[in-house]
C-alpha cells in the first residue's frame, strides 16, 4: 500500500550537511508514521527519527539530536531528513519506512521499507 523511495545520499567531509528525502505513495499515506533507520557498516539497523502525521509528534535518537530534522510534506507525499555537522560515526545506508502503528522506535513496528540511500562521511 505503501512503497517508500529514498533519495538525497552520497559522500560528505565530516561537519558537512545532507538533507534525504523519502517520496511515499498510497491511498492512506496521511495516516501512517514515518521513520527514518540506518545501519552502518558491519552493523545492526538502528533508529534515527521518526513523525507521526495524525499527531503530528516527533522523536530523535539521542546520537543524531540537536544535529538532524525530521519534517514532512504531505501535499507530496514526502518525508525529509535535514543532517548537519554529519560525523564519520553517521556513516551508514539510511532507509525509510512506514507504519500504521504511531512513532516506533524498532524496526518491527514499521511496515514498508525503502531500499536504502549511501551516507558517507570522511574525516
Known amino acids: 500500500q505503501v512503497q517508500p523511495v529514498e533519495s538525497g545520499g552520497g559522500s560528505v567531509q565530516a561537519g558537512g550537511s545532507l538533507r534525504l528525502s523519502c517520496a511515499a505513495s498510497?491511498?492512506?499515506?496521511?495516516?501512517?508514521?514515518m521513520g527514518w533507520f540506518r545501519q552502518p557498516p558491519g552493523k545492526g539497523r538502528e533508529f534515527v527519527a521518526a513523525?507521526?502525521?495524525?499527531?503530528?509528534?516527533?522523536d530523535y535518537a539521542d546520537s543524531v539530536k540537536d544535529r538532524f530534522t525530521i519534517s514532512r510534506d504531505n501535499r507530496k507525499d514526502t518525508v525529509y531528513l535535514q543532517m548537519n555537522n554529519l560525523q564519520p560515526e553517521d556513516t551508514a545506508v539510511y532507509y525509510c519506512?512506514?507504519?500504521?502503528?504511531?512513532?516506533?522506535?524498532?524496526?518491527?513496528?514499521?511496515?514498508?521499507w525503502g531500499q536504502g540511500t549511501q551516507v558517507t562521511v570522511s574525516s
Open positions: 519506512a512506514a507504519s500504521p502503528r504511531d512513532i516506533g522506535y524498532y524496526p518491527w513496528q514499521y511496515n514498508y
Open positions: 513523525i507521526g502525521w495524525l499527531e503530528r509528534n516527533v
Open positions: 498510497g491511498r492512506l499515506f496521511s495516516t501512517y508514521a
